[in-house]
């Protein structure tokens, strides 16, 4: 079944303690994004990617990092997470620009 | 650069009538748009996309949009409302030569039985 998934799906954690959320794709897609939802701001984009070892900033990189080492995975890094990046986080894949995005189901994040 | 806005942050319908939830536009490329559905506590859904081609676009669960440039709109509608179509609506804008996606900030369609 073509999907993309993300891990863990709820995550509680305290300031300063470094995590990961990870994105897979099965799906072959070069394109692959980030972002975080907010009530009121729709989703926002935190960083993306258009290939192996591509990625660039969305509009909300700040506290945030990614890597692209493989063409399936996109994890997203909190080097150090504050409660201002308490949110809902999806990854998405596509191929490239102008094409159907596929999300995934979504990781809530609480920084407290 | 690239912009979408919403007008309505909240719409509600009775069950039954006409939907229209609109979206305007800012491209300095050609654009493709999408409108996505979010149901509570799911992920996101195509409903449709529009890429240059027909200008009124059909799309899932007899929702449809149509692209005016002139306008720089493109709103969706659908005849009859129905109370599954209860959800959080987005309207996304990209470009094949841009690299970013921009979300509008999203429309919550109630529906009155």
């Known amino acids: 079944e073509a999907q993309v998934t993300q891990n863990p799906r709820y995550l509680i954690t305290v300031t300063g303690k470094k995590l990961t959320v990870t994105c897979s794709q099965n799906m072959n897609h070069e394109y692959m994004s980030w972002y975080r939802q907010d009530p009121g701001l729709g989703l926002r984009q935190i960083y993306y990617?258009?290939?192996?070892?591509?990625?660039d900033k969305g509009d909300v990189p700040e506290g945030y990092k990614v890597s692209r080492k493989e063409k399936r995975n996109f994890p997203l890094i909190l080097e150090s997470p504050s409660p201002n990046q308490t949110s809902l986080y999806f990854c998405a894949s596509s191929f490239p620009q102008g094409h159907e995005q596929y999300f995934g189901p979504g990781t809530r994040l609480t920084v407290t | 650069a690239q912009s979408v806005t919403q007008l309505d942050s909240h719409v509600s319908v009775s069950e039954g009538t006409p939907v229209l939830l609109r979206c305007n536009y800012s491209s300095s490329y050609s654009p493709s748009l999408f409108w996505y559905v979010q149901h509570p506590n799911k992920g996101l859904q195509l409903l449709l996309k529009y890429t240059s081609a027909a200008t009124l676009v059909k799309g899932i669960n007899g929702f449809e949009a149509e692209f005016k440039k002139s306008e720089t709109s493109f709103h969706l509608t659908k005849p009859s409302a129905h109370m599954s179509d209860a959800a959080e609506y987005f309207c996304?804008?990209?470009?094949?030569?841009?690299?970013?996606?921009?979300f509008g900030s999203g429309t919550r369609l109630s529906i009155r039985p």
């Open positions: 990617s258009m290939n192996v070892e591509v990625t």
């Open positions: 996304v804008v990209s470009h094949s030569s841009a690299s970013k996606i921009i």
